[in-house]
């Protein structure tokens, strides 16, 4: 809300410069926002898929739980008003590459109910897979 008011003033007091410079920090805010809420979505979205290969079965608690993270991850990229997108598939590559090591933390403690560490889950699974997988479903949908 303090950004508002800085650019309000700002523009009342025809200090466009300082005006843009809060726009951009604003809008920088906005991408921070949707990136957070997009790796968080993505993180749910990549333990169950985690746990799909791992353990080689599904559930339907973890089809409901991928489907809402897909809905959720699209609604968050989605331009209402423009059309299109806010982040390409490769800028959603880098989220998901990122949000990996911590969906894989917290697979552990689920996955066969959680009788591996970390790094022996890891072993079990494909990371290019499971992450070109959340890929596809994400803008297959």
């Not at 025809?14 to 993180?43: C, P, Q, T, W």
């Not at 403690?109 to 997988?133: C, H, M, P, W």
Request: proline share 1%; hydrophobic share 40%.
């Amino acid at each position: 809300m303090e950004e508002l008011f800085e650019l309000r003033t700002a523009i009342e007091q025809h200090r466009y410069n300082d005006a843009l410079i809060v726009l951009g920090e604003m809008e920088e805010m906005s991408k921070e926002d949707k990136i957070h809420k997009i790796r968080s979505h993505s993180i749910i979205l990549l333990i169950h898929l985690i746990k799909q290969q791992a353990e080689q079965r599904t559930t339907r608690s973890w089809d409901c739980s991928i489907a809402n993270a897909i809905d959720e991850i699209q609604y968050v990229n989605k331009r209402r008003k423009s059309g299109g997108h806010y982040f390409t598939q490769d800028e959603l590559n880098e989220v998901i590459a990122q949000a990996y090591p911590a969906a894989l933390r917290k697979a552990a403690l689920e996955a066969f109910e959680g009788q591996y560490t970390t790094k022996q889950l890891d072993e079990k699974v494909n990371r290019v897979i499971i992450q070109e997988s959340a890929l596809k479903k994400i803008f297959s949908i």
